[in-house]
């Protein structure tokens, strides 16, 4: 599809999408609804391998704004990223998901930051859009715990999600990207803000650029889900240790029990005692799978 931009824009929205066209098209939406910002932004839709054909979905918006779409061979959404990253002609990158839904406000809040220090690492809101959901529930709220840990223990590393961020492109290429070893949606986004960090460029959290996450979730997908966290923890800190040089460890047991009791501190529409059994669980999920990435690389070796 070709592209629509006469001047480069201020920002480049890139949105990886993988076989899901109905919240493909509620994010395209979210994106028509964006508030103007100073400078304009374009929009790139990469496609990363898709069994079900987006191109009409994506079409539909053509008239819009600026738009994208670019196709590739399934390489999970950090190397989609990376693809749309170098596509994009913007100055800023803004990075969502395809089951996303960006406030109208969303890069205006990203440009005040960015405009003001053009380094950063701009981390915002995430919401749970399906708070009829459990598991969706407890997914973001454990998400919610362990980004509000990290705030307020600045020694331990921050870091934000790949659904609501952006940076400049030029400091994102020189950085290298998001790191395509990662080929499912885990810990690629806690890696490169690691990176971040190392190369002493700044992070910032922008509470006020706000995304509905929509992630309907099973108890079989949630297991699923936060089996694969694990394993990408496992590879997160072997990447890690090339250039931290410092060991795997783990978080003090304080970090656990205020984890269960975190619910009864939150208003959710669920029950705060399943929410915290839901939180313990992925927890013991979470520690299997980063023991199998852990037992299967070792085999590997041998």
């Excluded at 190397?79 to 998901?97: E, I, M, P, Q």
């Excluded at 395809?98 to 053009?118: F, I, S, V």
């Excluded at 949630?222 to 060991?247: C, D, E, S, T």
């Amino acid at each position: 599809m070709a592209r629509m931009v006469s001047s480069p824009p201020l920002f480049s929205v890139v949105i990886p999408t993988y076989n899901r066209p109905q919240t493909l098209i509620e994010c395209l939406d979210s994106v028509c609804a964006l508030d103007a910002v100073a400078g304009g932004y374009e929009v790139i839709v990469v496609d990363d391998g898709s069994h079900v054909d987006l191109s009409g979905i994506v079409a539909r918006y053509a008239e819009s704004f600026p738009l994208s779409f670019l196709r590739q061979a399934n390489g999970g959404p950090a190397s989609a990223r990376n693809n749309g990253a170098a596509h994009a002609s913007g100055r800023f990158l803004a990075f969502t998901d395809d089951d996303c839904r960006p406030a109208a406000d969303w890069l205006q809040h990203m440009a005040a930051h960015l405009n003001a220090a053009p380094d950063l690492l701009v981390g915002g809101c995430v919401r749970n859009a399906l708070i009829g959901n459990i598991y969706s529930t407890a997914s973001q709220l454990l998400l919610h715990y362990i980004l509000d840990y990290y705030q307020a223990n600045h020694h331990e590393g921050t870091f934000f999600t790949s659904n609501n961020m952006a940076v400049s492109r030029d400091c994102f290429l020189e950085v290298g990207g998001f790191d395509v070893a990662f080929a499912q949606a885990t810990n690629e986004d806690r890696e490169l803000c690691e990176r971040w960090r190392y190369h002493r460029l700044p992070l910032r959290y922008a509470p006020s650029a706000i995304v509905l996450h929509a992630h309907e979730l099973t108890l079989r997908a949630y297991g699923r889900q936060h089996f694969n966290y694990g394993r990408g923890a496992h590879r997160y800190h072997l990447v890690r240790q090339r250039y931290r040089h410092n060991h795997i460890h783990l978080e003090p047991w304080p970090f656990y029990r205020d984890l269960l009791r975190y619910p009864y501190r939150e208003r959710t529409s669920k029950p705060p005692c399943l929410l915290s059994c839901l939180l313990g669980l992925a927890q013991a999920i979470y520690a299997l799978g980063f023991l199998f990435e852990k037992t299967k690389l070792t085999a590997g070796e041998t």
